[in-house]
């Protein structure tokens, strides 16, 4: 079973703090992604990678970027935390391009206060 | 581009009951069509997906969803529902030449005893 794990479940972070959210995946896939998740907006792409070192914008990039060093590990950084990014993040991998399935970890609430 | 709309973001449906989610898509070119179901303070998991071979796909937990091109609609159906079916579930789009995939708002489906 493909496995995607995410740091935290919870977090309460301040404004203007740096926030780092960890995304691994264990299943040698080329592809991850990062989504956030609002009431009523579904899941909102902010970020994705197809190769490591490799990044391409979303839909809501502003305010987030991410680092991918190894083919594994996908990290979401918020460079000064606002209230209006209080959400649940969701990271996810797939395959190479094609009907490839997405698989996604549990999710970071994160709260900024 | 591509779009996905669900009509009905709260379901309600009795228990043992027809489910019946709907997804429609807009793309210009042949779609991959998903649809995951997120359980409470989880990620999403996927049900099922249709990848242009068979128009009838059936998931897991008794799920199917029919593909209609004529009608650019993916509607997801459950001939008796349970209540371990309340859950959110989300449609998605994506096309083969493409990384991103597009979800829709969601649908709360709560079942009734």
């Known amino acids: 079973d493909v496995k995607v794990t995410q740091s935290s479940r919870y977090l309460v972070k301040r404004t203007g703090e740096k926030v780092f959210l960890e995304c691994v995946q264990d299943m040698d896939h080329e592809n991850m992604f990062w989504y956030r998740q609002d009431p009523g907006l579904g899941l909102r792409l902010i970020y994705f990678s197809y190769d490591v070192k490799m990044k391409e914008k979303g839909d809501i990039p502003e305010g987030y970027s991410v680092s991918r060093e190894k083919k594994e590990r996908f990290s979401l950084i918020l460079e000064s935390a606002s209230t209006n990014q209080t959400s649940m993040y969701l990271c996810?991998?797939?395959?190479?391009?094609?009907?490839?399935?997405?698989?996604f970890g549990p999710g970071t609430r994160l709260t900024v206060l | 581009a591509q779009s996905v709309t669900q009509l009905g973001s709260h379901v309600s449906v009795s228990e043992g009951a027809l489910v019946l989610l709907r997804c429609n898509y807009s793309?210009?070119?042949?779609?991959?069509l998903f649809w995951y179901v997120q359980y409470p303070n989880q990620g999403l998991q996927l049900l099922l997906k249709y990848t242009s071979a068979a128009t009838l796909v059936k998931g897991i937990n008794g799920f199917e969803a029919e593909f209609k091109k004529s009608e650019t609609s993916f509607h997801l159906t459950k001939p008796s529902a349970h209540m371990s079916d309340a859950a959110e579930y989300f449609c998605a789009v994506k096309t083969g030449g493409t990384y991103k995939y597009i979800f829709g708002t969601g649908t709360r489906l709560k079942v009734l005893a």
């Open positions: 996810a991998s797939s395959l190479a391009r094609g009907t490839d399935t997405q698989y």
């Open positions: 793309s210009s070119v042949p779609p991959y």
